[in-house]
C-alpha cells in the first residue's frame, strides 16, 4: 500500500526565514510525486510534479527536490503570503494515474 | 482557460437526508475524480471516471455513495442517506494526457451533517 508521511504537521516561520517540508513516501513504483498549496476554503493547488531522483523544480521563493524515499519542500525567505497548508501526493506505476496524499504541512509566515 | 466549477459550496444537512454535488471538470479533461477531505487530513479518492466509464471505485462506500458521469463530461456525486461522519469537504478533480495526468482541483463543497 501507497504511503505519504509530512513533516512536520505545523510550521511557524518569521518573514525571511527561510525553511524546509519534509515528505517521506513508500510507493511501489513512482510515476510522479507532487506538491499542492491549499489555502483555507479553497482546493488544492498543483506546484510540481518530479517524476526522478536527483530532479529540482523552482517556483519564485520555493524548490522542490526529490530522493529515492523522500522529497523536500524548500522556501527561501518566505513571506505572510506563503502561508497555506502544502501538500504531498505520490503516484504508482501501476494502477491508473491515483493520487495518495499525506496529512500536509500547515505553514504559517509571520511578518 | 476556466478551472473546474463545483457546486453548492456549502451544504447544511441532517443524518438520514440525501445530498448531491455537481462537478464541471476543465474543457477537454477525460478524466475525473472526487475526493473526500476530511478536516486535516489530505484528499482520499473516492471514484475515478475515464470519460464515462469506472476506472477506479475501490474506496467509495457503495452503500450509501453513488456517482455518475453523463456524456463523459459533467459528474454528479449523492449522499444516500448521509451520516454525521460523511462530514468533509468533497473535491472534484481532471486531468488529461495533454496535462501529463497533472490533477486540477476545484475549490470544493463543505458537507457538514448534523
Redesign the interface.
Known amino acids: 500500500e501507497d504511503q505519504v508521511t509530512q513533516s512536520p504537521e505545523a510550521l511557524r516561520l518569521q518573514e525571511g526565514e527561510s525553511s524546509s517540508l519534509n515528505c517521506s513516501y513508500t510507493v511501489s513504483g513512482l510515476r510522479g510525486l507532487f506538491w499542492y498549496r491549499q489555502d483555507p476554503g479553497k482546493g488544492p493547488e498543483f506546484l510540481f510534479t518530479l517524476y526522478s531522483a536527483g530532479e529540482e523544480k523552482e517556483k519564485e521563493r520555493l524548490k522542490a527536490t526529490l530522493t529515492k524515499k523522500e522529497s523536500f519542500l524548500h522556501i527561501t525567505a518566505p513571506k505572510p503570503e506563503d502561508s497555506a497548508t502544502y501538500l504531498c501526493a505520490v503516484q504508482a506505476n501501476s494502477g491508473y494515474s491515483t493520487l495518495t496524499f499525506g496529512k500536509g504541512t500547515m505553514l504559517l509566515v509571520s511578518p | 482557460e476556466a478551472g ?1 466549477a463545483q457546486s453548492p459550496r456549502y451544504k447544511i444537512i441532517e443524518k438520514r437526508q440525501s445530498v448531491a454535488f455537481w462537478c464541471n471538470p476543465i474543457s477537454g479533461h477525460a ?1 475525473l475524480y472526487w475526493y473526500q477531505q476530511i478536516l ?6 473516492l471514484i ?1 471516471f ?1 470519460n464515462n466509464g469506472v ?2 471505485d475501490s474506496q467509495l462506500p457503495k452503500d450509501r455513495f453513488s456517482a455518475e458521469r453523463l456524456k463523459g463530461v459533467d459528474s454528479t456525486l449523492k449522499i444516500q442517506p448521509a451520516k454525521l461522519e460523511d462530514s468533509a469537504v468533497y ?1 472534484c ?1 481532471s ?1 488529461s494526457e495533454r496535462s ?9 463543497t ?1 458537507l457538514l451533517v448534523l
Do not use: C, I, M
Open positions: 473546474v478524466t486535516g487530513q489530505g484528499p482520499k479518492l475515478q475515464q476506472v477506479d473535491l478533480a486531468s501529463g495526468e497533472t490533477q486540477y482541483f476545484g475549490p470544493g463543505r
